[in-house]
């Protein structure tokens, strides 16, 4: 999104849901991987996971120390993370292109969907009952399951003429447009957008010249 290198303890989270912040995370170009990889550590996951409200601090604290207990059980599900994120860019970039989604990718989805499944549990609530996630046997890859059903929901109920990839030439990010008019070309006004503006400026500027 922007030339300085973000972190997941940085990066702006402007997509609109959280999937497609997750599949944010990756620098991309139009389904090219460039840049630096962010979901290095599991400590990026539990990262993510806590600034988007997925994990409480006490919950990510017991994530950590079970990481460190289980480094080999934690890369590996970072690795997963990867694939489920790759996955989700892959998926909403051909939606954004062409209002569909290739059944490969789909079918990566499906697998996570399967998995998180079994821990999926309708917990009491003020109104009546909601879904919730339990850690399961799996603990250390909980993070993935509620990321994988909210790709699922916009999916299948969202609007998908509202996914957009933004118009910046060098950023790509995904992001939900709830605009009023669907006219929103940039993932965030504040950046892309303005450097759209400025590089419009110096063109007129150089062309007046």
Request: glycine letters at 8%.
């Amino acid at each position: 999104m922007a030339d300085s290198p973000r972190t997941m303890r940085n990066l702006e989270l402007v997509g609109g849901t959280i999937a497609l912040d997750f599949a944010n995370t990756g620098e991309r170009f139009y389904g090219r991987a460039v840049g630096v990889e962010r979901l290095v550590r599991y400590e990026d996951l539990v990262t993510f996971g806590v600034r988007t409200g997925l994990l409480g601090e006490e919950r990510a604290e017991r994530l950590l120390e079970e990481a460190r207990r289980r480094p080999a059980d934690a890369e590996a599900v970072v690795a997963r993370a990867r694939t489920l994120r790759d996955t989700l860019y892959t998926l909403f970039a051909q939606v954004a292109h062409e209002g569909r989604a290739d059944a490969e990718s789909i079918e990566v989805l499906n697998s996570f969907l399967a998995e998180g499944l079994r821990y999926r549990r309708l917990e009491p609530d003020e109104r009546c009952c909601g879904w919730t996630w339990s850690a399961g046997d799996e603990p250390l890859a909980q993070m993935l399951w509620p990321i994988a059903n909210s790709a699922a929901e916009l999916l299948v109920e969202g609007e998908l003429e509202r996914i957009k990839l933004c118009n910046n030439e060098s950023c790509a990010w995904l992001f939900l447009d709830v605009s009023r008019n669907r006219s929103r070309r940039w993932c965030d006004m504040k950046d892309c957008g303005n450097r759209a503006k400025a590089r419009r400026h110096y063109a007129r500027k150089r062309g007046a010249e």
